[in-house]
């Protein structure tokens, strides 16, 4: 693969996950106390960065080849991914229920 496709995977590789980590970091940290707000903030990221060195090391190989480290560089993205799932999941229950009607009334009277 050519040098230039190289970097063209890698910037729009890099460039959804950091849309994706944008994405949680809205979701889930910017509405709490500033305390977790910030530790939300430096919990993405490390988050990112991880990614970061993930891509450069695949790209330039910077570590040597160890399946530790890998496993290690990879749990970043993993990581990232399962908070985004979880982050989506949760926009489409609460958007769906505020779309479906419930009663409390009609539910206390059935009893």
Do not use: K
């Not at 040098?3 to 994405?23: E, G, H, K, P």
């Not at 695949?58 to 990879?74: D, H, K, R, Y």
């Amino acid at each position: 693969m050519s040098i230039n496709r190289q970097l063209l995977f890698v910037t729009i590789f890099l460039s959804v996950l950091a849309l994706t980590n944008l994405y949680v970091y809205r979701r889930f940290f910017l509405w709490l106390s500033p305390r977790l707000h910030l530790a939300g903030a430096v919990l993405m990221s490390v988050i990112m960065l991880g990614e970061l060195v993930f891509v450069i090391d695949m790209v330039v190989g910077i570590f040597p080849e160890s399946l530790a480290v890998n496993l290690l560089l990879s749990t970043f993205i993993g990581a990232s991914f399962m908070l985004f799932v979880i982050a989506l999941v949760y926009d489409l229950a609460v958007s769906v229920s505020r779309r479906v009607p419930f009663d409390q009334e009609g539910v206390a009277r059935s009893r």
